[in-house]
């Protein structure tokens, strides 16, 4: 069975400082997604980021940024010079992709780390 | 445009009773998913759907059933709700394919008392 685990529950930093989010997963699949989630204090779930498990290269948008280590089974994202609206509840998954390409996309949640930034 | 949209938006229960919960999407996705979101749990997928009228259990489906007789919509029902199933739900869609990233609606907030 797959699973994901974010093994820092909260993380509090002031403003301007970078801060990284851990991501761990389990699966026995050769194929599978990789994605992260932010839930902000509204409520809602924003779609971040999908990664695929053939495309370790990492990736940079804006302040944010991934890592993404086959090695160690990590999806690690990183937010350069944090800012007081970063404050959110962020989300690991894992989409497994079945031999047959029948998972159907169900995903694989972790606990969510819960990041506050402080002015 | 829309999006994905749930209603109720907030929701109390008395042990016993029954609702159902709405979710709607006009982005024409074949997928369609029912999670809850507990503290310190992430959210766990209750049923889900890859089509109109087919619909399949998820991690946590004991207590609920769900149709989806339109491809827009996709519906979840507590029959005989329970204190256990106080939590917050959420409706999500996407395309096709394993690797379609999910749009997901604003949340129920259900209380069961």
């Known amino acids: 069975a797959q699973k994901v685990t974010q093994a820092q529950t909260e993380i509090s930093v002031v403003e301007k400082e970078d801060v990284t989010l851990d991501c761990v997963y389990e699966t026995r699949d050769t194929t599978y997604y990789l994605f992260w989630y932010k839930q902000p204090p509204s409520g809602e779930l924003v779609f971040l980021i999908r990664r695929n498990s053939f495309d370790e290269q990492n990736e940079i948008s804006g302040r944010y940024s991934w890592n993404f280590q086959k090695s160690t089974s990590s999806f690690n994202f990183t937010i350069t010079a944090s800012q007081v609206v970063d404050s959110a509840v962020y989300f690991c998954?894992?989409?497994?992709?079945?031999?047959?390409?029948?998972?159907?996309?169900?995903?694989?949640f972790g606990q969510g780390t819960i990041l506050t930034v402080h002015p | 445009n829309a999006g994905v949209t749930q209603t109720p938006k907030f929701r109390v229960l008395k042990t016993g009773q029954s609702m159902t919960l709405l979710c709607a999407q006009d982005m024409n996705h074949e997928y369609m998913y029912w999670y809850r979101q507990d503290p310190g749990m992430g959210l766990r997928l209750i049923h889900y759907s890859v089509g109109e009228g087919t619909t399949a259990k998820g991690e946590v489906p004991d207590g609920y059933n769900v149709s989806r007789l339109k491809k827009q919509n996709f519906l979840l029902g507590l029959e005989s709700a329970a204190p256990s199933q106080t939590s917050v739900y959420f409706c999500?869609?996407?395309?096709?394919?394993?690797?379609?990233?999910?749009?997901f609606g604003d949340g129920t907030r259900l209380s069961i008392l």
């Open positions: 998954a894992l989409s497994e992709g079945n031999a047959g390409g029948t998972s159907y996309g169900k995903l694989t």
């Open positions: 999500a869609s996407s395309y096709r394919g394993r690797n379609q990233p999910q749009h």
